[in-house]
């Protein structure tokens, strides 16, 4: 079996498909990359939620699966719409890197506890939201572009810190620049953050290509995870632009624990739930979530955020 795996072209995406393949490799199937740019990656003078929050990083990659240029494309799990369209299908993702976000300076002595006033870049609205909640004392840039264009930009003095996923910063090897570890609790991720997922075309979905790649590539424990955190933001209708919050974790060997909620932009309100069932339940996990969520209040926050957006 030889795989053509599409991506983006940026180090990381590439460095997140030479990691697929490594284990596509070890199972015995030869790949190729085929680097394909997307509309996130071309516009950068636009805030995401201008340029559209559904398909950003991942359009151009789905229509080549669709016109079978490639087998399957290699995302990151975050950038994933919560709802694909009918003709696709994720087949796997990949077990997950710890979720944090994380504070990344030249300067070791910046924390989001300290007290003083700077600058962080980041093109999050979750992320400003969050900021704006938790710290308000802190002034936030836009920053988009890739990582090392972010550090670039930090580098000449555009902004003091910038706040980022540790996983893309762990696998670029810039662990030396993280000052903070953000909590969890506070500072919980975006849906499906931390995981590289697989996604083919629904007329490959029972392939025996497709089944080979599930088999080497999947993480189960991972895989329940993300379908849970997945319903709760196919609920919201929420994508990118939307600053919504996910994590779901293992509370012990037969039960998943999901906490997210929901942030207006300028923090002032900020709703959070947690719910819990079985790995099978991990969807129905999601929806209630959501559902929980939506009633105290989110239904309308939302319509608040889409019309500011």
Known sequence: M????????????????????????????????????TKGD??????????GSKGVFTQELEDQLRTG???IAVHSAK??????????HIIAFTEREPA?????????????????????????????????????????????????????KLDEGHCDALLLAYAGVHRMGYDDLIVERLPLDEFTPAVAQGSI??????????SEVAEAITRLVNHAPTEACLRAER????????????????????TDSETIGLTGGLVSLDGSQLLRETFSGSAEESPLVGHSLAEAILARGGDTLLLEIRAQL
């Not at 599409?6 to 199972?27: C, D, N, P, Y």
């Not at 976000?101 to 400003?128: A, H, P």
């Not at 319903?231 to 996910?246: D, K, Y």
């Open 231 to 250: 319903a709760f933001l196919a609920r919201l209708e929420g994508g990118c632009s939307i600053p919504s919050f996910a994590l779901a974790q293992w």
């Open 2 to 37: 030889h795989i053509r795996i599409g991506t983006r072209s940026s180090r990381l995406a590439v460095w997140q498909a030479e990691h697929i393949q490594a284990l596509l490799e070890k199972g015995g199937l030869t790949s190729e990359l085929v680097l394909i740019e």
């Open 100 to 152: 944090n976000d994380v504070l990344v300076s030249r300067n070791k002595s910046l924390s989001l506890q300290g007290g003083e006033s700077f600058r962080i870049g980041t093109s999050s609205t979750r992320r400003v939201a969050m900021l704006k909640h938790y710290c308000p004392h802190l002034a936030t840039v836009d920053m988009r572009g890739n990582l090392q264009t972010r550090i670039r």
């Open 42 to 51: 071309l516009v950068l003078d636009r805030s995401l939620s201008k340029i």
């Open 79 to 88: 950038d994933l719409p919560s709802n694909l369209p009918a003709d696709l």
């Open 69 to 71: 240029a490639i087998d």
């Open 197 to 206: 997922a697989i996604e083919v075309a629904k007329d490959a979905l029972k």
